[in-house]
């Protein structure tokens, strides 16, 4: 085993083509980490070790945690990031699409936090799973996206219980609006566009294009996943948004249920 193999911490990071993903390799291997970025395609990244994977394959996913260990010796953290949004009405939207997303933004962590187990309580190391506000709130037309992050944080905390007796630290990140590739990305059913629920998801894009214009770049969420990943004991879960939106998880909390959807629907609805 080389020198660098011995020193230097390894982390794994899916997604890591573009946007978060991307941001976060970039962030840990200027501190040091000797970071993997696994993507379906290749991407090339300064100081970064390009590795394809398809996290809605078991056989690629495993794969792909196997090269890491042949290179490296080792694994200090996974950091689950890939992922895609979906906007449609629920009754719009088709089970296939539906599937699909569910496969990657659930399965696919989930996938990787099988695989990578056993690697991550032999180095004592950590999970970091990507999540979204969306996790805990619940938006129109967002449905499968929302769904899939609210699994991905109860795998997080059930996951968190059994592997804390190993020294593995299960750790979700919710970041709010970022300026990232996951915005133009997003798959938009036209059938909601042009069926009954058309005028409400037309308002409901306007506004939400008007919000996301205001977010900043997406570096916080990067300096975050590093601060966590050198925290002894870091939380269950780490929020990184906009004041506003921070509020809003707030208003969940506290307020009654009919003036949280008051709220909601004038923000979102009207």
Known sequence: MTQEIETKRVALITGASKGIGRLCAERLAAEGWRVFGAARTHATIENVESLEMDVDDDASVAAGVAQVL???GRLDALINNAGFSQRGAVEDV???EAKAILETNFFGALRLC???APALR???GVIVNMSSLAGQIGLPFTAHYCASKAALEALSESLRFELR???VRVVIVE???FKTDIHTARRVSQATREGVYGKAFDLFLRKRRAFEAKASTAEPVAELVARILNVPEPALR???AMPSQRLLLVMKRVSPQFFYE???RKILCQ
């Open 70 to 72: 042949e290179k490296a």
């Open 94 to 96: 088709s089970m296939a």
């Open 114 to 116: 099988r695989a990578a």
């Open 122 to 124: 032999e180095s004592r």
């Open 165 to 167: 007796p190993f020294g």
């Open 175 to 177: 970041p709010g609006d």
């Open 238 to 240: 780490y929020v990184v």
């Open 262 to 264: 008051w709220i909601m």
